[in-house]
């Protein structure tokens, strides 16, 4: 088990929603800033055949509600430098709403990580995009977070920024490819 691969949601799905999830790993951070019950969706479209669903909040018909204008201009920011460094085609690299096929958790788990903050989610994104996963996104509705306040200061995200940089490098080199 690897930080970042399966969180249980802080809000109760419904009973219908067991098997729908059954066998597929998700993570999202439970501080109710996502609704649970996109986690179905989600679901359903790694059932249909992609590999990777991320509960995006750049694409058409997503609503981000209460977060910060600094939060949203620095997650902008760092998504369009993620996007420069690895695929256009993904808009949010930081939204830990995810879920994903068996194959694609065992590809992360194989994989040789270097981060345990929340550079692991680029560090995954970098092992799917590197072995030609179909990743799709959703649109989402993201609300301020319901868990109390954020404990991240200035330094995080100058070592978010820096660490996710990195990602990208060892990413354009191959770094990332089964061995």
């Known amino acids: ?13 419904p009973m219908r929603s067991v098997s ?10 439970a501080d109710g800033a996502n609704d649970p019950r996109e986690l179905l969706e ?8 992609a590999d990777v669903v991320i509960a995006s909040k750049y694409v058409p018909g997503s ?13 902008r920011v760092y998504s369009g430098m993620l996007r420069a460094l690895f ?27 270097r981060y345990d903050t929340p550079v692991y989610l680029v560090e995954m994104l970098a092992v799917w995009l590197a072995h030609g996963l179909a ?8 609300r301020a977070r319901i868990g109390g306040e954020s404990k991240v ?8 920024f820096a660490g996710a940089f990195d990602v990208g490098v060892r990413f354009r080199r191959g770094g990332y490819l089964a061995r």
Do not use: C, Q
């Open 1 to 13: 088990f690897r930080r970042g691969l399966l969180v249980f949601p802080a809000r109760p799905l």
């Open 20 to 29: 729908t999830l059954a066998m597929k790993p998700f993570s999202f951070d």
């Open 42 to 49: 989600a679901a359903h479209r790694v059932g249909a055949g």
């Open 63 to 75: 609503r981000v509600e209460g977060r910060p204008l600094v939060r949203r201009l620095g997650s």
């Open 87 to 113: 695929d256009p085609a993904v808009h949010d690299y930081s939204n830990s709403y995810r879920v994903y096929s068996r194959r694609a958790a065992e590809l992360v788990l194989a994989a040789h990580t």
């Open 135 to 142: 990743i799709e996104e959703r649109p989402t509705h993201y």
């Open 153 to 160: 200061v200035w330094s995080d995200v100058a070592r978010g």
